[in-house]
């Protein structure tokens, strides 16, 4: 069982273009030989000679295209859905960073995201297994695609005026399993079949999200492709799921009317199990609290021996730096805080020595240190 969480900086929007980037990526001694940073570098709110430093399993920066994002993190996983593993893969962040560029992505083949990309090499796969066994395995592809907003499950399958408002049931099975019941499971044979699948049930996410005056922003939207391998003694079942996460930002800063509150309660409580969860994971605690939000639950998330990848979206620019460092924050237990040498200053440069102090913010050790030159 493991997790990578990498952070990915977007680029500037065109109407951004004349504002400064503040978040930018670094890479350390050891990145050189890897070739991919694994610092994301942002300015202290209180005092810009200060920044704090965040380390992640990789960083992409503005210019990584969906292709390389693919290939270096989710591509190398699909043998071990195929091997019997589950996959989870995860994007987190404020709204407006890129989550649903980097999970749905555009209609450009290259602008493709994670997900038609990973269904495309599922489908890719399963061609060669069943070649390789020579029709001895059969594989079976379905998906289950639903959102959870303020902790109710809907499902996307279905057009938005079969919803009620109530969403759907969820229990626990014989198994211990938790399942949603009456969710619909659609078998689906090619990619071509996916496209619109999803693309149809996309247009109901947002029609829907109108209906019941949420913003897609806000809920949770959840593919869980089911890949079934029969031979003629076994059935072996894996599941990828892909969540596109509600916004992490904090909508109390702006927002403050009840629905607005209930909304952030739901989705701050399900984030914060959900990061919970993912430390646990890392640090191989053997109790990972899945149970103590729906999100968490229905996937099951780390009971499965399973690998799961979180993808942290940043956006570059001062007007979401609160926002910002309250995500990296969440998606980062290794945090440093420095002090920046001020330009043209030789005699401070000079004096700058490594303080000693060290200091825990937010439970991050804070090793206080002069920036090193970029
Ligand atoms: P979120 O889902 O986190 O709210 P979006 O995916 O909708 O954010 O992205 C916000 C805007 O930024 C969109 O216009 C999107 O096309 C653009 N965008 C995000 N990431 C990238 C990227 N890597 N390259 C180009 N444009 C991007
Ligand atoms: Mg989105």
Do not use: W
């Amino acid at each position: 069982m493991s997790v990578r969480v990498v952070a990915r900086i977007r680029p500037l929007l065109k109407h951004e273009l004349d504002k400064d980037t503040i978040v930018t990526a670094e890479s350390t001694s050891d990145d050189s030989t890897k070739g991919t940073p694994t610092i994301v570098r942002i300015p202290n709110p209180k005092t810009d000679s200060e920044s704090f430093s965040f380390q992640f399993s990789s960083v992409y920066e503005q210019e990584a295209t969906q292709q390389e994002l693919f290939d270096a993190e989710i591509s190398p996983t699909v043998k071990h859905l195929f091997n019997g593993f589950d996959l989870s893969i995860f994007a987190h962040g404020c709204t407006g960073t890129g989550k649903t560029h980097t999970m749905r992505g555009g209609k450009t083949l290259a602008d493709r995201g994670v997900i038609p990309r990973l269904l495309s090499a599922i489908y890719r796969r399963c061609k060669k297994v069943e070649k390789d066994s020579v029709g001895a395995t059969k594989v079976e592809v379905t998906l289950e695609y639903f959102e959870i907003y303020c902790d109710r499950v809907y499902d996307l399958f279905e057009p938005p005026e079969k919803r009620t408002q109530s969403g759907l049931p969820i229990r626990d099975s014989a198994k211990g399993k938790t399942v949603v019941v009456g969710l619909t499971e659609k078998p689906c044979a090619t990619l071509k079949e996916f496209e619109q699948l999803y693309d149809q049930a996309n247009v109901n996410r947002s029609t829907s999200a109108t209906k019941l005056n949420a913003h897609s922003s806000r809920s949770h939207a959840v593919l869980c492709v089911k890949i079934t391998q029969t031979t003629e003694d076994t059935i072996r079942v894996s599941r990828a799921s892909c969540i596109d996460l509600a916004g992490s930002e904090d909508n109390r800063r702006t927002d403050n009317n009840k629905e607005r509150l209930v909304e952030s309660s739901a989705i701050n409580k399900s984030l914060f199990v959900l990061a919970q969860c993912v430390d646990a994971i890392n640090k191989k605690q053997a109790r990972i609290p899945y149970r103590e939000s729906k999100m968490t639950r229905i996937l099951s998330l780390g009971q499965n021996s399973g690998l799961t990848v979180m993808i942290l979206n940043l956006a570059p620019t001062r007007a979401y730096h609160l926002d910002t460092l309250a995500s990296l924050n969440f998606a980062s237990r290794t945090k440093k805080i420095e002090v920046a040498e001020v330009e043209n200053d030789p005699i401070y440069r000079a004096m700058t020595k490594p303080l000693a102090a060290t200091s825990s913010i937010g439970g991050a050790t804070i090793t206080r240190q002069p920036l090193r030159p970029l």
